[in-house]
């Protein structure tokens, strides 16, 4: 078991298999990055599972992709059966833009995938226009039809944001509600990425705007997900995400790796150490020699102090949100 040196076991990984996207989200890539990590750099899909077999062994028992757009990396199937073949009782899952779903969703629940993460920031298409800076909703909303027509699990992210999708808060959340689906409002995150013109909404905001039409009650969290839940009359469940929250790293049980192997072991921290060179060596030892220290290492907190001056400089799209 990996237990980290503030008693937190950490039994889930989240690997970025590219840190390419088709979108432009305002709040994570509004730019082409000036350079993109030249593909012979990325760990191939044998190469990662190599360490996830070791970090399975660990006792790692959810893995999330991630990216970037995770659906970018051709075959990714292949990658997720080999870990679905390795130990079927993986909590396997996936978060995605969904725009490529369509037409993919078979085969990755075939493979072994169990659930998917999607972000559906707004329900107008000009609003996804603009945040994603491409005509992207028809191909979203698509793509989660298929995915649960196909048996996939679906879970909502959504970043509220004032004048831009602040006005969809209650019309996101019941679109997930007529479908089953969770929805998790996402805090933003400040990061040097992101433009400039964002203004986030922050928990106490959005729960303003949902009590305003709704009753619920507090859950608080659950130990699994770094979500706060709360639980409306009618039984529906919602969660906010609240990186800025005191409580949002007692729950934290993840490390992250990225597409070239870099360990991380907390989202908003630059240190990291990679497994690479181990596992293209074939090195397994070294590598859960890296995986120990990374966990051992891994801080009691992020560094999001509320203060705005703190901004963080990893990108999402490099360590997968
Ligand atoms: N491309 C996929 C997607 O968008 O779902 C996976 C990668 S994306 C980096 C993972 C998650 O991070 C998404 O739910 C996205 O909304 C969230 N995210 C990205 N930048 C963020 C920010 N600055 N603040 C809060 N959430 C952010
Ligand atoms: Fe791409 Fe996801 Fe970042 Fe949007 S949030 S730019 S879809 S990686």
Redesign the pocket.
């Known amino acids: 078991m990996l237990i980290d040196s503030y008693d937190r076991v950490v039994d889930y990984i989240r690997v970025s298999v590219t840190e390419r996207?088709n979108?432009?989200?305002q709040y994570?890539?509004p730019e082409k990055p000036f350079s993109w990590v030249p593909k012979e750099n990325l760990l191939s899909f044998e190469e990662l599972f190599e360490f996830m077999k070791v970090c399975i062994d660990e006792g790692v028992k959810k893995v999330r992709i991630t990216?970037?757009?995770p659906l970018l990396r051709e075959d990714l199937d292949r990658f997720i059966k080999m870990i679905y073949d390795y130990d079927p009782s993986i909590d396997l899952a996936m978060t995605t833009?969904a725009y490529l779903l369509k037409g993919t969703a078979q085969k990755l629940k075939d493979a072994g995938l169990k659930r998917i993460n999607v972000?559906i920031d707004t329900l107008k298409p000009e609003v996804a226009i603009k945040i994603?800076q491409k005509d992207v909703l028809a191909n979203v909303l698509e793509g989660v039809e298929e995915a649960r027509k196909v048996g996939l699990k679906v879970k909502v992210n959504m970043v509220p944001m004032k004048g831009m999708n602040a006005d969809e808060i209650v019309d996101v959340l019941e679109y997930c509600k007529a479908r089953d689906m969770s929805v998790r409002f996402i805090e933003y995150m400040e990061n040097q990425y992101a433009s400039k013109e964002i203004s986030g909404m922050k928990s106490d905001e959005l729960l303003g705007v949902l009590s305003e039409k709704y009753e619920f009650s507090d859950d608080g969290f659950d130990g699994s997900s770094p979500s706060h839940y709360y639980t409306m009359k009618d039984g529906y469940r919602f969660g906010i995400i609240e990186p800025y929250g005191d409580d949002f790293c007692k729950q934290c049980n993840r490390i992250r790796l990225t597409a070239e192997g870099n360990l991380i072991p907390c989202l908003y921290f630059d240190e990291a150490m990679s497994i690479a060179k181990s596992v293209r060596e074939g090195d397994i030892k070294a590598a859960a020699a890296v995986l120990k220290e990374v966990v051992r290492t891994k801080p009691e907190k992020n560094r999001w102090g509320g203060d705005e001056s703190e901004v963080s400089t990893r990108a999402?799209?490099e360590t997968g949100?």
């Open positions: 996207c979108f432009r989200c994570c890539m990216g970037g757009e833009n972000s994603a999402f799209y949100g």
